[in-house]
């Protein structure tokens, strides 16, 4: 178990120039924008427009804070996410541009490479201890709105967008919010090779 703080997260520009990015973490250490299996990160979206694309990404996008976008992925219709609404997933080489429905959000993006990682994530409302088993080879868990308590030996607490970092060995985790917020969890799944 590790615990990533938020003041540690390194900002980036985008790849598409338009904006900043908060990088959670990436695997492995230190990849870049084009060699990473895997990414999370947060992204501060100031302007309506078009999304950076990423060759080979499966991407999920969640709103994290603002009023929110209307996200529209070519080929589909389009979507209105908030902070209410459910994670999207979608293809990250798609054409994909977003309205802001009323100014800027902060929006959180996990980013798989197809074909040899797989990714979910799951939105919970935190108000009451919750229980988290990991199933998946790394679970990452970001604190939104408050922070968080873990029941453990040390009892180390996590702070608003801390995230908390298990393997797939690590026992089922008691965490306790200390106030009204929410949890992302995010599942990674290593595939296996293709021979």
């Known amino acids: 178990m590790r ?4 003041a540690d997260y390194r900002a980036m520009p985008w790849k598409n120039g338009g904006g900043t990015t908060t990088e959670i973490t990436v695997s492995p250490d230190g990849a870049g924008l084009d060699d990473f299996d895997w990414r999370i990160s947060m992204a501060r979206v100031e302007t309506s427009g078009p999304f950076s694309s990423f060759a080979g990404i499966d991407r999920t996008l969640s709103v994290l804070e603002g009023e929110g976008i209307v996200l529209d992925v070519a080929g589909r219709p389009p979507v209105r996410l908030t902070t ?12 994909t541009g ?29 108000s009451v201890e919750i229980r ?14 408050a922070g968080a308590t873990l029941f453990t030996d040390d009892a180390p607490s996590l702070g608003p967008l801390d995230t908390l970092i298990l393997d797939r060995d690590s026992p089922e985790l008691r965490l306790q919010p200390t ?17």
Not at 85 to 91: D, E, K, N
Not at 179 to 195: D, E, K, S, W
């Open 132 to 145: 988290i088993a990991p199933r998946a080879d790394t679970t990452l868990v970001l604190a939104v709105g």
């Open 84 to 95: 209410a609404s459910a994670p999207l997933a979608f293809p990250g080489d798609i054409p």
């Open 179 to 195: 106030g009204q917020g929410l949890l992302f969890v995010v599942g990674l799944h290593r595939l296996p090779a293709n021979h």
């Open 3 to 6: 615990i990533l703080r938020a």
């Open 98 to 126: 977003a309205a802001l429905i009323g100014g800027p959000i902060t929006d959180l993006n996990v980013m798989t490479r197809r074909g040899r990682m797989a990714h979910e994530v799951e939105r919970r409302s935190f």
